[in-house]
């Protein structure tokens, strides 16, 4: 199965646009599903909790409509599939557009944008590493006028939905009787004790990064149960779907519009492709947009909600004149830099990590590989909170496997060159300042929406030189 997995993505064509989904097999009207009192659209990491907690209430009816299949058991192995999952049908496949200061290594100065198309969304795509982020950060999206989101409000809710189950950990930080399990996982033996002292010399000692002092250096925290990636869809769904009756998973099921009273400007109901037929369902109580943060942007503009000048450009009926897409932030991270030892890492078959990964063993429990993180204040102290995470991993995959992953140019893929001696550290923004927007390319749910993240670009040059020019130089 593995083998088989890896060697379909090295083959996988990544699409250019969403047809596939979306051809109709004849012209024949939609037709209506019996209304249902909540429609959730996308069963990933947000969709699957609400699904999960609204049908609590055995009197309510909750229709989750994904447009992506299941998840499997190659999906299960986190620090496979985060790799090789990029190359098959369960990414969207987007990529950004050309950027100016950055992605400048990678084909057509574009980044690639994996999103999870499947039950759990991204978190069956993803590499499972649990960063809560810092309580400045939920304080701070309070006081932009959000109330509900303070970390006073918020920290209940991460108590209440995992189960930290490793040693060493703040107990008074994490929840125990969750749906979502937390673990760490196995180290390569030797090197947590280099990693620790030469941290330690910088000032950065070790400690629960998800405890009271965020400002630390540790084992990585992932979603994980035993050996199995904990994505969202096993915590949240497993287990609960059959036994709910008035849960109802509808898998490639496209929604292409959401269906809005114009008058009242109210949604009442969705419109969705599933196998070729066009369905409509109305809500009675609410409808739902948990399609992620390059998706829910485009339903909503499809839908006619979003900036007018753009909508009326693409012809679409305004519902509502609002800044839908813009905005854009992403915490853009540096994959360059690693460090040759002379020490040699995870020299073993694919089949021989597989055999480790049965008994919970890393490298393959582990999202990536990886195996340490830390998050600290390289340049910016005066913010309160960390303002870069570092990630650190070994090299386990062969660097053509990477350079694809990424989609790295032939210049820059010749130049990395990693290897099995070498220690990858990845350096990731936290706070930048830079502003990208996500837009339509066209009325067509066929086509992809237009990411432009707008990486390193804000006026003041925070983001280089202020932010990263340390690390950088
Ligand atoms: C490769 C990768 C690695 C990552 N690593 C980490 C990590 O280590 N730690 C971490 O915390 N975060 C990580 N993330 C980010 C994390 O996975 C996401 O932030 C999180 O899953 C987003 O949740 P969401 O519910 O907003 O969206 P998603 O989980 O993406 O769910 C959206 C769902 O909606 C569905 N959908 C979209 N449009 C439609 C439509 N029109 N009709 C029907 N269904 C639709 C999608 O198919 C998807 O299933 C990673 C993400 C990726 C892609």
């Not at 109709?24 to 909790?49: C, E, M, Q, R």
């Not at 409000?153 to 929840?175: C, R």
């Not at 012809?315 to 992403?330: K, S, Y």
Request: glycine share 8%; charged share 20%; proline share 4%.
């Amino acid at each position: 199965m593995v083998t088989d997995n890896i060697t379909a993505a090295s083959a996988y064509v990544l699409p250019t646009d969403n047809s596939a989904m979306l051809e109709l097999s004849s012209s024949s009207p939609a037709t209506d599903i019996d209304p249902v009192d909540f429609i959730i659209i996308g069963a990933g990491s947000a969709g699957t909790v609400l699904a999960n907690r609204l049908t609590e209430e055995a009197n309510w009816t909750v229709l989750l409509l994904e447009a992506g299949g299941l998840d499997n058991n190659f999906t299960d192995i986190i620090g496979l599939s985060s790799a090789y999952t990029i190359f098959s049908e369960i990414n969207w496949g987007y990529n950004s557009t050309a950027q100016s200061n950055a992605c400048q290594g990678m084909e057509n100065k574009q980044c690639a944008y994996a999103r999870g198309k499947a039950r759990g969304g991204s978190s069956t795509m993803d590499h499972g590493v649990y960063a809560r982020g810092n309580p400045l950060d939920y304080d701070r999206w309070r006081d932009l006028g959000n109330p509900g989101w303070g970390w006073d409000d918020v920290f209940p809710y991460f108590l209440k939905s995992k189960n930290a189950v490793f040693e060493g950990q703040d107990t008074d930080f994490h929840g125990h009787v969750g749906y979502m399990q937390v673990d760490v996982t196995s180290q390569t033996p030797g090197v947590e004790e280099i990693i620790s002292e030469a941290f330690a010399e910088l000032g950065i000692n070790r400690g629960d990064i998800n405890g009271k002092n965020q400002s630390r250096l540790d084992r990585i925290q992932f979603t994980l149960n035993g050996n199995t990636r904990a994505s969202t869809a096993h915590a949240f769904l497993d287990g609960f779907q059959d036994e709910r009756t008035n849960l109802l998973l509808s898998l490639n099921s496209f929604v292409t519009r959401i269906l809005i009273e114009k008058s009242t400007k109210t949604a009442y109901g969705v419109e969705f492709i599933r196998n070729g037929e066009l369905y409509t369902v109305n809500a009675t109580r609410e409808v739902i947009v948990s399609g992620g943060a390059i998706n829910t942007p485009q339903i909503l503009m499809l839908s006619g909600v979003g900036p007018a000048s753009h909508l009326s450009e693409l012809g679409i009926d305004l519902v509502r004149d609002l800044p839908v897409g813009e905005n854009m932030e992403d915490h853009i991270g540096y994959t360059g830099l690693y460090y040759r030892t002379d020490k040699t890492f995870w020299n073993i078959t694919t089949e021989e990590m597989v055999r480790r990964w049965t008994e919970n063993l890393r490298p393959l429990t582990a999202g990536l590989c990886s195996e340490m993180i830390a998050f600290t204040n390289v340049n910016n102290g005066s913010l309160g909170r960390p303002d870069t995470e570092i990630a650190m991993l070994n090299s386990v995959f062969p660097p053509a496997g990477l350079a694809s992953a990424f989609q790295l140019n032939a210049k820059y893929a010749a130049a990395y060159d990693n290897t099995l001696h070498d220690w990858w550290f990845i350096h990731a923004l936290q706070h930048p300042k830079s502003r990208g927007t996500v837009k339509l390319q066209s009325n067509d749910p066929k086509d992809f929406p237009l990411i432009d993240p707008n990486f390193l670009s804000d006026e003041e040059g925070y983001d280089l030189e202020i932010s990263w020019g340390s690390i950088l130089t």
